[in-house]
């Protein structure tokens, strides 16, 4: 067993510890609001832009434009495919990197020819340890998701997409389903899905008389890049979010592993001191009983 000492060192690092996941709690519980904040103030642009781009679609079914390109004479097997993969840029964050990184390995098995765009510095060297090459990371956007960052990854998979070193881009990010539950989702940008996932009216059903000038076409080509560059920043920032959540789930877990800890030494202490204290009595009783012998002898 360890002396009084020792273990005393033991708490005193222990509750400094205590200290630094203390503030990395409350930092990210600040950065969390902000972010949620900022997504919740945007949202409902974007979900205009959405409503309209299925509005457009749903009265002209057959419209030909790049953006809706399904390339359906590429074979499965040939086709490009670009993952924006956004991770984080440090640890102490749970499993919100490796449910990330789970996902877009899965998508990676799945063959074709993968290209990756990477958010975040985990992610770049993740994929750089795993010998799967990166097209492009894009730093210093995970700690600040903004619009023009998102801007810049609109436009280059935009250009990948309409000159042809792309055929599909999805996104893979992690979604805060609630306070307690984090997922990591994949999500379709381009080509724009005509029959979207939760889309409740159905092709070719017009439920409204719109006018599109000069033509749906054009429309779509101006509407399509700010919808990409929205749904990238919304999730950046839900990726953002997601990070901090599990931060502070993390950092509160081990907050609370350390107490349980400083409760077990604090045990231990006394007991050792209890036990010091007892020797110590021990031989304060023995030498005095012994010295009452020689003084009896004498």
Do not use: C, W
């Not at 990166?134 to 309409?162: C, G, H, W």
């Amino acid at each position: 067993m360890a002396n009084a000492r020792e273990i005393q060192s033991r708490m005193n690092s222990i509750k400094s510890t205590m200290k630094i996941t203390n503030a990395m709690y409350t930092i990210s519980s600040s950065k969390l609001k902000r972010a949620r904040k900022a997504l919740t103030d945007t949202e409902p642009y974007f979900y205009g832009l959405q409503r309209t781009i299925d509005r457009i679609i749903r009265h002209t079914p057959d419209i030909d434009d790049p953006y809706l390109d399904t390339r359906p004479e590429i074979k499965k097997e040939d086709r490009k495919i670009g993952y924006i993969v956004v991770t984080a840029d440090k640890g102490l964050a749970g499993a919100y990197n490796h449910n990330v990184f789970k996902l877009a390995q899965e998508q990676i098995d799945k063959g074709g020819n993968p290209t990756l765009f990477v958010v975040g510095d985990l992610g770049q060297q993740y994929f750089s340890k795993k010998g799967i090459p990166v097209e492009q990371d894009f730093r210093y956007t995970v700690q600040k998701p903004n619009m023009s960052r998102a801007r810049i990854i609109e436009e280059k998979i935009v250009d990948y997409f309409l000159s042809g070193k792309l055929d599909e881009v999805y996104m893979i990010y992690t979604r805060m389903v609630n306070a307690m539950k984090m997922e990591a989702e994949i999500q379709q940008l381009l080509p724009i899905p005509k029959n979207r996932p939760g889309q409740s009216v159905p092709l070719n059903v017009h439920l409204e008389e719109i006018t599109m000038k000069p033509s749906p076409q054009a429309v779509i080509d101006a509407i399509v890049p700010n919808y990409i560059a929205g749904f990238i920043y919304g999730g950046l920032v839900e990726s953002y979010s997601s990070e901090q959540n599990s931060r502070m789930m993390a950092m509160q877990a081990a907050t609370k592993s350390a107490q349980e800890m400083l409760d077990s030494l604090a045990i231990t202490y006394n007991r050792v001191r209890q036990a010091a204290i007892t020797q110590e009595i021990t031989e304060v009783i023995s030498g005095a009983k012994a010295q009452k012998k020689k003084q009896k002898k004498a």
